[in-house]
T-cell receptor, first 114, second 113 residues
Framework: GAVVSQHPSWVICKSGTSVKIECRSL??????MFWYRQFPKQSLMLMAT?????????EQGVEKDKFLINHASLTLSTLTVTSAHPEDSSFYIC??????????FGPGTRLTVT | QQQVKQSPQSLIVQKGGISIINCAYE??????FPWYQQFPGKGPALLIA?????SEKKEGRFTISFNKSAKQFSLHIMDSQPGDSATYFC????????????FGTGTRLTIIP
């Protein structure tokens, strides 16, 4: 149980285009999901907290207009990187909060912007 | 006050030995302390978690020791195996995990034959 999926697992896009990443909780409902960014050999950096049916809460320094988050259902949250630039290249990971408060992570999405 | 300090940054342990990773926190409002294991190119996987009402929790070869007065907690991996080679992150949260996690900086563990 407690499986979280992400799609796509990797994506390459051109500078200036937008990319959407999906995060799904497969066997439980998640009112809260989280989006992280991770650079090589570094820890996870929380970008935003996504609550079903309400606006996401962004961490300080994260541009909400660049990283659009939508949590339209209890099993799906999406992160859209708008007007992507090479510096947005990173490993993006989502997590979903389970019924006991634990966070279960997805497998991650490797984004490369050329 | 939100930081979680993790050490060591990297650790090499012989197969069959005990791997020990330590974390320290400052915020006394933290009440949920999970450990995650991450393999290269994958998302973190929840290993084991503890709440401050107990001083130790064991699941298989993995044990968390918790010292509330010292604001420290540690992960012990008994009988370490090459398959345990990964990066380990400690984390802390308030309200029993219902708030965001604050992560440590990670420990890269390598188990050698």
């Amino acid at each position: 149980g407690a499986v979280v999926s992400q799609h796509p697992s990797w994506v390459i896009c051109k500078s200036g285009t937008s990319v959407k990443i999906e995060c799904r909780s497969l066997d439980f409902q998640a009112t809260t999901m989280f989006w992280y960014r991770q650079f090589p050999k570094q820890s996870l950096m929380l970008m935003a907290t996504s609550n079903e049916g309400s606006k996401a809460t962004y961490e300080q320094g994260v541009e909400k207009d660049k990283f659009l988050i939508n949590h339209a259902s209890l099993t799906l949250s999406t992160l859209t990187v708008t007007s992507a630039h090479p510096e947005d290249s990173s490993f993006y990971i989502c997590s979903a909060r389970g019924p006991g408060g634990e966070q279960y992570f997805g497998p991650g999405t490797r984004l490369t912007v050329t | 006050q939100q930081q979680v300090k993790q050490s060591p940054q990297s650790l090499i342990v012989q197969k069959g030995g005990i791997s020990i990773i330590n974390c320290a926190y400052e915020n006394t409002a933290f009440d949920y302390f999970p450990w995650y294991q991450q393999f290269p190119g994958k998302g973190p996987a929840l290993l084991i978690a503890i709440r401050p009402d107990v001083s130790e929790k064991k699941e298989g070869r993995f044990t968390i020791s918790f010292n509330k007065s010292a604001k420290q907690f540690s992960l012990h991996i008994m009988d370490s195996q090459p398959g345990d080679s990964a990066t380990y992150f400690c984390a802390a949260s308030r309200h029993f995990g219902n708030e965001k996690l604050t992560f440590g900086t990670g420990t890269r563990l390598t188990i050698i034959p």
